[in-house]
């Protein structure tokens, strides 16, 4: 029971990535605090249903956090979603949307919670690969997971000594429970698809005190797939632009 008693907070936690990180603190004895669009039965200790989006949402839902807990010691940052690109008609409305929830929530969660961490906090904010590199049509998101990624480096210095800050990059993570075969598998060089706990084992890490020494640290959890350099011919691919 690592984290019997601490105070975690987790956007987007329903389901998918945020569902794991949320049971495997609750598995280790944390109060968890969740605030999503949608409750799909979510086990926590507190439930908010709002829109990260909205200024409003997030003081009242840290106020009730904080009224019913008085601290918190993690803050998790995992919500996020896409309006898609500059391809599909993303609007000015819809591209400040992603980044709203993406960056934006974020930021002001973090300021909102500064008088509120207990000693030894941390925040991880999860980021993707997508910070990185891209498939076309994902301006949204990807800009969204490049703000991210910047914000955790630029948190961890501001908050020095108080908070640490650090984000992780997923590659491709199976949120549906699928079975993979062939390329989908080989084209890691860890020879499988990703699982949510491959993120939520290392979010707890990050979260622990063996994790003391990690700050403003992008962590890159992708199986290797992004390391794989892979030329025309190579293993049958072949470009088609």
């Known amino acids: 029971?690592?984290?019997?008693?601490?105070?975690?907070?987790?956007?987007?936690?329903?389901?998918?990535?945020?569902?794991?990180?949320?049971?495997?603190?609750?598995?280790e004895g944390a109060k968890t605090a969740v605030i999503d669009l949608t409750d799909q039965n979510t086990p926590c200790d507190f439930f908010?249903?709002?829109?990260?989006?909205?200024?409003?949402?997030?003081?009242?839902?840290?106020?009730?956090?904080?009224?019913?807990?008085?601290?918190?010691?993690?803050?998790?940052?995992?919500?996020?979603?896409?309006?898609?690109?500059?391809?599909?008609?993303?609007?000015?409305?819809?591209?400040?949307y992603a980044q709203k929830v993406g960056v934006a929530a974020p930021y002001y969660l973090t300021k909102l919670l500064l008088p509120h961490f207990a000693p030894g906090a941390a925040i991880v904010n999860m980021s993707s690969t997508r910070a990185f590199q891209s498939q076309e049509d994902t301006e949204s998101y990807s800009a969204a997971k490049g703000g991210i990624t910047a914000l955790t480096h630029a948190l961890a210095v501001s908050?020095?000594?108080?908070?640490?800050?650090?984000?992780?990059?997923?590659?491709?993570?199976?949120?549906?429970?699928?079975?993979?075969?062939?390329?989908?598998?080989?084209?890691?060089?860890?020879?499988?698809?990703?699982?949510?706990?491959?993120?939520?084992?290392?979010?707890?890490?990050?979260?622990?005190?063996?994790?003391?020494?990690?700050?403003?640290?992008?962590?890159?959890?992708d199986g290797g797939m992004t390391r794989l350099m892979v030329y025309h011919a190579d293993y049958g691919w072949t470009y088609e632009g």
């Open 159 to 221: 908050l020095s000594g108080r908070v640490r800050v650090n984000s992780i990059s997923p590659g491709w993570i199976d949120t549906t429970g699928s079975e993979f075969h062939g390329a989908d598998n080989t084209q890691h060089p860890s020879g499988r698809v990703g699982k949510p706990m491959d993120i939520a084992s290392m979010v707890l890490y990050l979260c622990s005190k063996e994790a003391g020494f990690i700050n403003g640290e992008n962590i890159r959890i």
């Open 1 to 27: 029971m690592k984290f019997e008693n601490k105070v975690v907070i987790i956007t987007g936690a329903s389901q998918g990535i945020g569902r794991a990180i949320n049971d495997a603190f609750r598995a």
């Open 48 to 96: 908010y249903q709002g829109d990260l989006t909205e200024e409003a949402v997030l003081t009242d839902f840290v106020h009730q956090v904080t009224e019913r807990f008085g601290h918190v010691d993690y803050l998790i940052n995992n919500a996020m979603m896409t309006r898609l690109g500059i391809l599909s008609g993303c609007s000015y409305e819809d591209f400040l």
